[in-house]
T-cell receptor
């Protein structure tokens, strides 16, 4: 139990569907992240939110739409996805680096997405 | 920019063998260094970390020493078990607070 919970764990959707992935962290962290992990490819950072403000968007296609209503919750809204978007989507959180904290990431178990 | 390079896998070892997974980095200043592990079907978990030169991180029998002179943070374990089969990621957090991951090394341990 890492303190970061992702739902659903598995999702199958057609290219015309709209679905959302949810992430919740119980660690009191201020930053939340979405990563994409595809087979045989490096971990890809998608979005970063710090105190609910988006601080990074790594040229992610607009069919992925993040939402961060507060520092504990993060969503990834999905619409008109492509089969190549099938992957494991990982959420993570962290606290700002300080004298008492090294700023490591705490990951959820991921949402396995399959786009048909 | 900052970067992390780790050895390509997969690495296959017999149980009780000695393990080394190499990791080198490029960064300005003194980044924090991490090893994460991902077991099948799960997310990444922090395995160990080090924040300054000559620090040794350790956990579950794994160790890594922050070597500034060689910009390395190699992961070692003296006697691996089947349950150590997983993907291992080296990572750093630089002065810009960005976290950079290596590509991951898949480890298979044979009984």
């Amino acid at each position: 139990e890492t303190g970061v919970t992702q739902t659903p764990r598995h999702l199958v959707m057609g290219m015309t569907n709209k679905k959302s992935l949810k992430c919740e962290q119980h660690l009191g962290h201020n930053a939340m992240y979405w990563y994409k992990q595809s087979a045989k490819k490096p971990l890809e950072l998608m979005f970063v939110y710090n105190f609910k403000e988006q601080t990074e968007n790594n040229s992610v296609p607009s069919r992925f739409s993040p939402e961060c209503p507060n520092s504990s919750h993060l969503f990834l809204h999905l619409h008109t996805l492509q089969p190549e978007d099938s992957a494991l989507y990982l959420c993570a959180s962290s606290q700002d680096k300080s004298r008492a904290n090294t700023g490591e990431l705490f990951f959820g178990e991921g949402s396995r997405l399959t786009v048909l | 920019g900052n970067s992390v390079t780790q050895m390509e896998g997969p690495v296959t070892l017999s149980e009780e063998a000695f393990l080394t997974i190499n990791c080198t980095y490029t960064a300005t200043g003194y980044p924090s260094l991490f090893w994460y592990v991902q077991y099948p079907g799960e997310g990444l978990q922090l395995l160990l970390k080090a924040t300054k030169a000559d620090d040794k991180g350790s956990n579950k029998g794994f160790e890594a020493t922050y070597r500034k002179e060689t910009t390395s943070f190699h992961l070692e374990k003296g006697s691996v078990q089947v349950s150590d089969s997983a993907v291992y990621f080296c990572a750093l957090r630089g002065r810009d607070d960005k976290i950079i991951f290596g590509k991951g090394t898949r480890l298979h341990i044979l009984p």
